[in-house]
């Protein structure tokens, strides 16, 4: 077992994490809570059934069943799950568990954070995105119209405990999409990282601890020097300004992009940026181009498109003086923040993505 220490709690990965849980419920501070757990309709069939075999202490928690997916991150699915949480007399005393991916950690913090002026939560992330991005770092929040993330706040959770096991019951898209999160923490900030993951296969028998714990280490370092997102955390945004609105478009288009899908197409042209005003040299520039399309299928968008992802763009939150803010690499493991460029680069962007959908 392993653990690892953040601002003010502790990520506890590897072995027993069901002897880990139950210690920590065991606290005096939870011994008496009422406990809630929130789970999706996946998480209470794969997930939800060991947690309950193996954490006693929670046999007799109360269940929230909220819908999975991006469509379901909204202030209608929250007021669902505070008015289940009223109903069952839940107070300021109370620990809600979060078991479920990104979208759960998102909405069941930003749920337990606002009810009642916050009550505590942890996470137990269930899917490789989750633990290696979402579950960590105290945002949460969720979608507003058709804009990723634009109502939450920072709280952080009290615990998370990282399961491997459950990685067993997910899809290969959702290890991808975790994957491209891998990619971005080596690229902002550890070039010996990104040698090790350009290096492996992905789904050929990978200890995926060894990513894991490498991506946590990076982000938690980042959000301990700047946990609410004032300058160093943003260099975890790289990819991020296209990404959401590959990700918002795609829902609009009806043809949804899993988070990490829409991130990996951002990173395309977010690298194409940075060759073209940061310095990322062309050899750097292409191993990145490279390894995404290794892994990753391009979603198909159209020339006339580019100017609907613009507008997307330009209500990203990041953004400041109405100008569409980025973080660029400079070289692999060298990030930089508060990056603007002209809307005739953006277009090229575009294009040389274009390009790429025609070549692949």
């Not at 909405?107 to 954070?113: H, K, P, T």
């Not at 996470?123 to 105290?138: E, K, R």
């Not at 459950?166 to 040698?195: G, P, R, T, V």
């Amino acid at each position: 077992m392993k653990k690892i220490q953040s601002k003010s709690y502790d990520i506890y990965l590897g072995g027993q994490q069901f002897s880990q849980i139950e210690n920590f419920l065991h606290n005096k501070v939870y011994q008496s809570s009422k406990k809630i757990i929130i789970v999706d309709e996946n998480t209470r069939h794969f997930c939800l059934p060991e947690l309950l075999k193996s954490v006693k202490t929670l046999q007799t928690a109360n269940i929230i069943e909220t819908k999975s997916g991006e469509k379901h991150k909204t202030i209608d699915d929250c007021k669902v799950i505070w008015e289940k949480l009223i109903e069952l007399k839940t107070d300021r005393n109370s620990l809600v568990i979060n078991l479920g991916g990104g979208m759960l950690s998102d909405i069941g913090g930003f749920v337990s954070s606002t009810f009642k002026r916050s009550i505590a939560y942890i996470n137990i992330p269930t899917t490789l995105l989750a633990m290696v991005d979402a579950s960590i770092g105290g945002k949460t929040g969720v979608n507003f119209g058709e804009l990723k993330n634009q109502i939450g706040v920072f709280s952080e959770p009290k615990a998370v405990f990282i399961v491997p096991e459950f990685l067993k019951s997910l899809l290969k898209n959702q290890i991808l999409s975790a994957y491209a999160e891998i990619i971005k923490h080596a690229l902002i900030a550890d070039e010996k990282y990104w040698e090790t993951i350009k290096n492996i296969e992905i789904f050929s028998n990978t200890n995926y601890l060894n990513l894991i714990i490498p991506s946590i280490n990076i982000k938690n370092e980042i959000v301990r020097l700047d946990p609410y997102e004032k300058s160093e955390r943003k260099k975890l945004n790289f990819g991020h300004t296209f990404g959401h609105a590959f990700e918002a478009f795609s829902h609009k288009q009806g043809k949804a992009l899993l988070h990490g899908e829409a991130i990996a197409m951002g990173m395309i042209c977010e690298a194409f940026i940075s060759y073209k005003i940061s310095g990322l040299g062309q050899t750097q520039f292409q191993e990145i181009i490279s390894l995404i399309l290794k892994y990753f299928k391009l979603f198909a968008i159209k020339k006339q498109d580019f100017i609907t992802l613009i507008e997307i763009m330009s209500h990203d939150k990041k953004n400041s003086c109405k100008e569409i803010n980025f973080t660029l690499i400079n070289s692999i493991g060298q990030s930089e923040i508060n990056r603007t460029c002209k809307k005739e680069i953006i277009i090229e962007a575009f294009d040389f993505y274009s390009q790429l959908l025609i070549e692949n």
